[in-house]
């Protein structure tokens, strides 16, 4: 996926499902894809086999993460990544039980990997080519792109840093929608002809109804594979959706896997927090998004590290608060945290009061910095004060930020 400014937290949560998941909704609207079956046991797997026919078939690890084919398990990291091919009966229940209930390590899973707790037995396929798709929004022209390469099955990020030519990008307008000629300059530039062009604009026009419809936020293929026949087929699929979105489409939001999800976000969502977890040691609590992205920075300027943006947003309460300081804190690499609030229709009052009430409860043991400023901020300031906690407090953000970088500094 390619996209503008990722490396920054986005106060807009995307829901992720699975592959298997992904080519059912994409199929209903025309989309092609490989027969499969989603399996759970081995025995399972061996009936899905048995059901879609044929001498072939992939075993495809269903978790919410990239490169599963190179990836390896933590048990047996020589025996084969998560997407294997079977040719018999006794392969599709090893390969089953090699990967169902084990560790699965890929590059964007981090050492930790992902536990498989659902396969993909899909049949095979007649691969004369690998190609690339893919649909997003674009935040630099706030339109639906296209995105296209020959390079298929490889990691497009690494395609765009080094072979940037061979990669074509289509801006939808959404006064028009997709147009023939999109999918023409498309398929010309994947270098498909005759009836393969024919194949592929089918696909892309199919492929971008379900994306304005389901409200995607992302729909990736890759690889988009040309098959012997001269068919267009998505061997693999990935789609995303803006959560703000999922009220819209009830039978995707149960769609959702929480046993993918980072347990602190999902508690989070579940509190109408926005919290994303970050690799730094300084916890941060804000309210607006806009400010959260200040204070990060001027805690980078003064040499700390950030482990978290979380929004309270503007008009939390006392009990919202108080959980997200409690998600803070069960963030094992949390050495100090700052609260950094400024109080319009947030008062300062009510974010002491949970302040307060979560550092008694959690029995609060990093050094806490709090910036208040705004409405009620005496009373806030008063209610800090007379807590008999050791909070540190600050008169601005930049006073906060070196405040609590030295505190985790000392207490290391």
Known sequence: MVAANNNKPRTTAFMNIHEYQAKGLLEKFGVAVPRGAVAYTADEASKAATELGGSIWVIKSQIHAGGRGAGHFANAPDDGGGVRLARTDDDVRAHAEAMLGN?????????????????????????????????????????????????????????????????????????????????????????LEGAQIKSAAKFLTAMYKAFIELDAAMVEINPLVVTGAGDVIALDAKMNFDDNALYRHPDIEDLRDEDEEDPMELEATKHELNYIKLDGAIGCMVNGAGLAMATMDIVKLHGGSPANFLDVGGGATKERV???????????????????????????????????????????????????????????????????????????????AEKVVNAVKEAA
């Not at 396969?119 to 798709?133: M, N, Q, T, W």
């Not at 840093?161 to 307008?173: G, L, Y």
């Not at 963030?331 to 974010?351: A, K, Q």
């Not at 901020?377 to 800090?384: E, N, P, S």
């Open 322 to 400: 108080t959980t997200a300081f409690k998600i803070i804190l069960s963030d094992p690499n949390v050495e100090g945290i700052l609260v950094n609030i400024f109080g319009g229709i947030m008062r300062c009052d009510v974010i002491a009061d949970g302040i307060v009430a979560a550092a008694r409860e959690v029995s609060l043991h990093v050094p806490l910095v709090v910036r208040l400023e705004g409405t009620n901020v005496d009373l806030g300031k008063k209610i800090l004060a007379e807590s008999g906690l050791p909070i540190i407090t600050a008169d601005d953000l930049g006073d906060a």
């Open 103 to 191: 560790i699965l390590v890929t590059k964007q899973t981090g050492a930790t990997g992902k536990e498989v707790k659902r396969i993909y037995v899909e049949e095979g396929c007649d691969i004369a080519s690998e190609l690339y798709l893919s649909l997003l929004v674009d935040r630099d022209t706030s339109r639906i792109m296209i995105i296209a390469s020959t390079e298929g099955g490889m990691d497009i990020e690494t395609v765009a840093e080094e072979t940037p030519e061979k990669i074509a990008t289509v801006a939808i307008d959404p006064a028009t929608g997709i147009m023939p000629f999109h999918t023409r300059d498309i398929a010309f530039g994947l270098g």
